[in-house]
């Protein structure tokens, strides 16, 4: 464990923390922490049970006195975003997050922290662990692949939950409460091609965009934060009439805004110079542009091997044309909730390799009517083209409750607590509640949690006296839930 960390308050948090980041927990890679969390489980002996598709459910009867009041879910996932900064050697597979105190904030060495969503996880594992909490008869479900499709709130079947609470742990402003969030869907993209030899009297050149900020697709998607597959597109759409393309490489997971992306083009001899001062021309305008949002972007253009192979005029073509028409970044902002992102999309993976195109998107919002509506505004766009689109992972999203009983329990509690009003808000990211509801539709349900920056991105990190303030929230919250009827 790193003493560091362990020194932290609140300690227990903290050290269930360290010990969740020590197991692997890649999203559809959860086996080694579905039995982390059943051998935790056991060793408080609690009634604890894995459900078909992997989540885990464990329960604790209510403290003395507390026999009265309404069970509660609390409920985090276990998985983890997976993403490092290209420079650093790190095996997600086998590995434990190395973790450092950085003055107020705890974060990772070159990787994504897990605080999105393993602070919840460990308060919740804290609750379980304590002897001195008051709390009523707590219910907690770890669901598994919340990041890539939220197929764990999915498989959840009715009939394993009694609560009729449930507090969510995995947003990521203190000061926020959440009552509902979007929708989602992914979109793919892929399509075939011709390899032709590559020109005579060619010369090779690497493309790279890196730097980027990247960040949360959805929380973030409204600061304008620079998306490196498009930024790539567009500085081969620029210089496209002295290119051809051999590969691209760019971005990784659907639910994080790509920061960097790799391209092998051949440039004739004849027009290097002015291949090279037209890239020069764009990337400095690019720069320009995201100057205040992005200001370590880096595009760097370098001679390499000649590739044996590239794309056909055609094919480049039809290739650029349809990333450069695919909308991404903000669709539409709400007319119902100030400052809410209603709809977007993020051009998340574009690979081109060995005669094969896989573009992947991820679209949101919290109407589902404009979801589709962009969804199927993505899917024209590269059927233009001729590639063939697929629609999948749908997920519902969290129509916003104004009226929650529990709700005025958490605003009242956090008054109290904090000497201000909390602000109830609808998120743009993809929360687990709207898909939990459908089997559970009479619970109530809210989402709370620390402030956490850069999720989904390598500049993760967690605010340690904010995750105190939360924890603090949490356990006034449990003693304050209100009797059964």
Not at 22 to 50: C, H, W, Y
Not at 162 to 173: S, Y
Request: aromatic share 6%.
């Amino acid at each position: 464990m790193n003493k560091d960390i362990e020194s932290l308050e609140p300690k227990i948090l903290w050290q269930h923390f360290s010990n969740l980041n020590a197991v692997p927990r890649g999203s559809k890679k959860e086996e080694r922490v579905i039995q982390f969390m059943v051998d935790f489980g056991n060793s408080l002996q609690l009634e604890t049970v894995v459900d078909a598709v992997g989540n885990v459910i464990i329960k604790k009867p209510a403290t003395e006195g507390m026999e009265h009041k309404k069970t509660v879910v609390l409920q985090s996932h276990l998985d983890m975003v997976h993403q490092k900064n290209s420079d650093t050697e790190f095996d997600f597979d086998t590995e434990g997050i190395k973790m450092f105190v950085d003055g107020d904030w705890v974060k990772a060495k070159g990787t994504t922290l897990g605080a999105d969503n393993g602070i919840g996880v460990a308060a919740i594992m804290s609750v379980l662990a304590s002897k001195n909490i008051k709390h009523p008869a707590i219910e907690a479900l770890f669901t598994i692949d919340e990041e890539t499709g939220m197929t764990g709130a999915m498989g959840l079947q009715a009939g394993y939950l009694d609560g009729e609470i449930l507090l969510n742990l995995d947003t990521e402003e203190d000061d926020e409460i959440d009552i509902g969030c979007a929708g989602g869907i992914d979109i793919t993209a892929k399509d075939t091609y011709n390899e032709v030899t590559t020109p005579v009297n060619s010369i090779g050149f690497s493309v790279t965009v890196s730097g980027l900020n990247g960040g949360h697709s959805g929380m973030d998607i409204h600061k304008g934060l620079g998306n490196a597959n498009k930024i790539m597109n567009r500085l081969l759409f620029e210089t496209q009439d002295f290119i051809r393309i051999s590969q691209i490489n760019g971005g990784s997971l659907r639910n994080a805004i790509p920061r960097e992306s790799f391209a092998t083009i051949a440039v004739l001899k004849s027009q290097k110079e002015t291949f090279l001062k037209t890239i020069a021309k764009i990337s400095e305008a690019i720069k320009d542009e995201l100057k205040t949002v992005d200001p370590h972007l880096t595009i760097l253009v370098a001679e390499t091997s000649i590739p044996n192979k590239v794309m056909t005029t055609i094919s480049q073509a039809a290739l650029l044309k349809s990333i450069y028409a695919a909308h991404n970044g903000v669709y539409r902002m709400s007319p119902d909730i100030k400052d809410l992102v209603e709809a977007s999309n993020n051009i998340a993976r574009v690979i081109v390799n060995n005669e094969e195109i896989i573009i992947q998107c991820l679209t949101r919002s919290s109407v589902e009517s404009s979801k589709m509506d962009l969804a199927n505004m993505l899917r024209a766009t590269f059927e233009l083209s001729g590639y063939q689109v697929t629609l999948s992972g749908s997920y519902p999203g969290w129509k916003p409750n104004v009226n929650s009983p529990i709700l005025g329990v958490l605003t009242e509690t956090y008054q109290k607590l904090f000497n201000s009003k909390p602000k109830v808000v609808a998120c743009h990211a993809g929360l687990e509640c709207g898909i939990l509801g459908t089997n559970y539709p009479d619970m109530d349900m809210i989402s709370f949690g620390p402030t956490i920056e850069g999720a989904h991105s390598p500049d993760e990190r967690a605010n340690i006296k904010s995750v105190q303030k939360f924890w603090n929230y949490l356990i006034t919250i449990l003693e304050n839930i209100p009797s059964k009827a």
